[in-house]
């Protein structure tokens, strides 16, 4: 069966320390993208999809990516898992009240992202699983689908804050009503099996 989502109840929680010290490289360098995978895009061509949403074209929000600091990455490491990690990264949507979305997409850096959401960009933020038209439900690193109405809704999720939650990132995926930056800790995986989950 196809696993979209999983909330990890009982792992451990980030140090308020390193919490703020995520927040501090907000706006520092940004995390590379691969240059293996197939489909390529930089971070600014990301910033500048347009995308329709029931049928209103608006600008895509994406989520920029920082690196985190050598004892953020131990304490990852050391209290939640030590395998096939791609990155480890603090994230913020670039989200407006006119640019609430992030449209439909794969990760291009990783196939799932266990995460631990810190701000959720607005009250009714929902994340949500989409199957594209004449598409399978899985899918490739770094595909996208900016058109909407190509898509069905087969899942999705209300992330809670402040715990680890672990996303498929090769099934279509966005946020939706985002008008505020959403931040999140974002552990980039390339599978789970670190997690005691069969891939
Ligand atoms: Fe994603």
Known sequence: ??????????????????????YAKIGSELSTLPEDKPIRYHWDAIKQEIITVDGVEKVNAPNMGYNLDDETVEWVYKNIIDRD??????????????????????DLSRNYTLLYLLDSGGEDH?????????????????????????????????????????????????VINIPKPRISIQVGLNSVVGLGLVD
């Open 85 to 106: 990690i791609t990155n480890i990264r603090v994230s913020v949507s670039n989200s407006t009240p006119e640019k609430d979305t992030n449209g439909a997409h794969c």
């Open 1 to 22: 069966m196809t696993l979209f989502y999983k909330v990890f109840e009982d792992f451990p929680h980030v140090p308020e320390e390193l919490i703020a010290r995520a």
């Open 126 to 174: 929902q994340t949500v699983f989409y199957q594209e038209q004449d598409k399978p439900i899985q899918r490739s690193n770094g595909e996208r689908c900016p058109d909407h109405s190509r898509l069905t809704i087969i899942d999705s999720i209300k992330v809670p804050l402040r715990k680890w939650v672990l996303l498929n990132a090769t099934i279509l995926h966005g």
